[in-house]
C-alpha cells in the first residue's frame, strides 16, 4: 500500500484501498472497474452458499446481499465444493475458483492497471489466509484444546 500511494492518484488509491477479499455492502465502484465485477461475484457466492446451508428454507434471504449480473460459475463453484465433507477441502475448492474468477479477469486488462492492481490485491489476501493455516499450529490448538478439556473434566464432580 504504501507503494501504490507513491504511485496512485488518490481516486486510484482509494479504490485500492476499498477493495476487499470481503466486499462491504455500503460501497459502490464504478459499473466497469474489476472491483465491481469481483464484488459482485463473491457477493453471488456467499449468496449460494448461504442457500446451500440454509436448504429449501426461506432464512437464507436474510443474509443475501444484493448483486448485478450473473455468474454461472458460482453454482458449479458451491455443487463442486459441498461434493467435499471435509469443510477445509470445501474452502479449497471454493478459493480455487475464486483465483479462477481473478485470473480471467486479469486476462482482460493491461498489466499494471488499477484493475490488475486490485485483483492483485485480492489474490495476496487470498494468499495470506492460507499461510495462516499451518498444520503445526492447528496441532498445536488442537493439542490445547484437549488438555483445557481433559482439565475441565478431571475437576468435574463424579457421578
Known amino acids: 500500500m504504501e507503494e501504490c500511494a507513491r504511485n496512485l492518484s488518490a ?8 477493495t476487499e477479499f470481503i466486499p462491504q455492502n455500503d460501497i459502490d465502484f464504478p459499473s466497469d472497474s474489476m472491483t465491481f465485477a469481483w464484488t459482485n461475484f463473491e457477493k453471488q457466492l456467499r449468496n449460494r452458499i448461504v442457500r446451500q446451508i ?3 428454507s ?28 471435509n469443510p ?34 485480492i489474490k495476496l489476501q487470498i ?8 498444520t503445526e499450529a492447528g496441532q498445536k490448538n488442537l493439542t490445547r484444546i484437549l488438555e483445557e478439556s481433559s482439565a475441565q473434566r478431571a475437576q468435574e464432580p463424579q457421578q
Open 54 to 56: 440454509a436448504k429449501q
Open 11 to 18: 481516486a486510484d488509491l482509494n479504490l485500492v484501498k476499498t
Open 88 to 121: 477445509l477441502e470445501r474452502e479449497k475448492i471454493l478459493d480455487l475458483w475464486r483465483w479462477r474468477f481473478l485470473e480471467h479477469q486479469e486476462a482482460r486488462r493491461p498489466f499494471g492497471s488499477i484493475g490488475f492492481i486490485c485483483m492483485y490485491k
Open 127 to 134: 494468499v495470506e489466509k492460507w499461510q495462516k493455516r499451518q
Open 58 to 85: 426461506d432464512e437464507s434471504s436474510v443474509f443475501e446481499r444484493v448483486s448485478k449480473g450473473c455468474y454461472p460459475e458460482v453454482e458449479l463453484a458451491v455443487l463442486e465444493a459441498w461434493n467435499q465433507i
